[in-house]
């Protein structure tokens, strides 16, 4: 079956041959969506016969969203942790090892259910495109179920057994690494595409995210780094080094970072929302941007630091607090999470490119960051079938 969306006041493809600007803008425009993929692209007015038509009287219509960084296979949460956090109090709740004991102790069904509830909700804000990792079992059989239980419903899943020491390991750091490259990794690989570090004083140095990361390219995963969010260090050269698809948080940088990113093919992937939510310093994205480097943005969704599930509101906090414009953000959330996950066929509005697509309920993509914290998307279409 074909469908063509008409009437759209702005459509944005992400394709600049097609329209005007970087985000190649056509106004007044049609999408014809054949089976799961764009079949055309041009003015309403000009739109070939298809078996449907839907009238989007008038609105705007993005790429769905591509989510490049989330956690979201996990139990409970940590509201009394983020309570004290913006009570200004100290508190020792544990973090992520918090984390980790509810989602050891939790059945396949209670994650799955928690997977999906929160699929649904991003979906319901534009998000057709979501990476998610591992992280929260740090044992071999509970990382190995939390990606068996993520690849049901993505296809990119990222092994990040490298997220902290486990517990039963605070006194045997290396030993833990050896597990992470051995026995979990063997156990994890057929299950992911990506393999991921947190490469940060108080997780992993860089000697240890090295071997991990080399271990993983071994095994035919493509390395992703949590880098330099809590403060400078190697995380950031060490994934242009090792070829990685993103550079995750980028939020303290030097000269050399900004420059080994502009030089090699490692998107920096932006997280607004734990800076939002744990009071931290802003990403410089335009910094970055002015350097050339390809900037992605993305929820981080996770119960302890980021607990958002909502592109849009991390296209508002980029431009309003990162130096973004608005036209950027939206690339960034879109295209750029494509890129960040080596993907052509997302992030884009053009023919042969995947059906993924928001109508928003307004007259320009603008709106994101013009109206933040107002549920704009209107209707949502994946893989060509309407699914909002």
């Known amino acids: 079956m074909s469908t063509a969306i008409i009437n759209i006041s702005s459509l944005v493809t992400n394709d600049p041959s097609l329209g005007e600007g970087p985000l190649g803008l056509v106004q007044d425009a049609a999408v014809v969506i054949d089976g799961d993929r764009v079949a055309w692209i041009g003015e309403s007015s000009k739109a070939p016969a298809t078996d449907n038509a839907v009238d989007a009287g008038g609105r705007a219509v993005i790429p769905g969203f591509v989510d490049s960084h989330s956690h979201l296979v996990f139990a409970g949460d940590r509201t009394a942790e983020f309570n004290a956090r913006m009570s200004g109090r100290s508190y020792s709740a544990g973090g992520i090892r918090t984390t980790v004991a509810a989602t050891r102790a939790a059945s396949d069904a209670e994650l799955e259910a928690n997977l999906t509830r929160y699929l649904t909700e991003a979906l319901r804000q534009g998000t057709t495109t979501f990476e998610t990792k591992s992280g929260y079992g740090l044992t071999t059989h509970d990382e190995a179920r939390a990606l068996r239980i993520a690849a049901a419903h993505t296809d990119e899943v990222t092994y990040l057994g490298a997220h902290i020491v486990a517990p039963e390991f605070a006194d045997d750091p290396d030993g833990y690494v050896s597990l992470v490259t051995g026995e979990m990794l063997d156990a994890c690989a057929p299950h992911a595409r990506w393999v991921d570090v947190f490469c940060e004083k108080g997780a992993f140095d860089g000697d240890q995210a090295r071997a991990i990361l080399e271990a993983g390219k071994r095994h035919g995963l493509v390395p992703r780094v ?77 119960p302890g630091s980021s607990f958002t599930s909502s592109m849009p509101f991390c296209v508002a906090l980029a431009v309003r607090d990162m130096g973004m414009t608005p036209d950027e953000a939206v690339w960034s959330a879109t295209a750029g999470g494509a890129a960040a996950l080596r993907r052509t066929d997302i992030g884009r509005l053009t023919p042969g490119a995947r059906a993924d697509l928001a109508l928003l309920d307004a007259p320009s993509h603008v709106h994101l960051a013009y109206r933040p914290g107002v549920p704009l998307v209107s209707a949502v279409w994946r893989r060509g079938v309407r699914e909002l």
Request: proline letters at 4%.
């Open 226 to 302: 949590h880098a330099n969010q809590l403060g400078h260090g190697p995380g950031v050269r060490l994934a242009v080094e090792v070829g990685a698809a993103s550079a995750d948080h980028c939020t303290h940088l030097t000269d050399a970072d900004v420059d080994a990113l502009a030089q090699g093919s490692t998107v920096a992937t932006l997280l607004p929302g734990a800076e939002f939510s744990t009071r931290a310093q802003w990403p410089d994205a335009r910094r970055l941007l002015d350097a050339g480097v390809t900037v992605a943005l993305s929820t981080d969704c996770n």
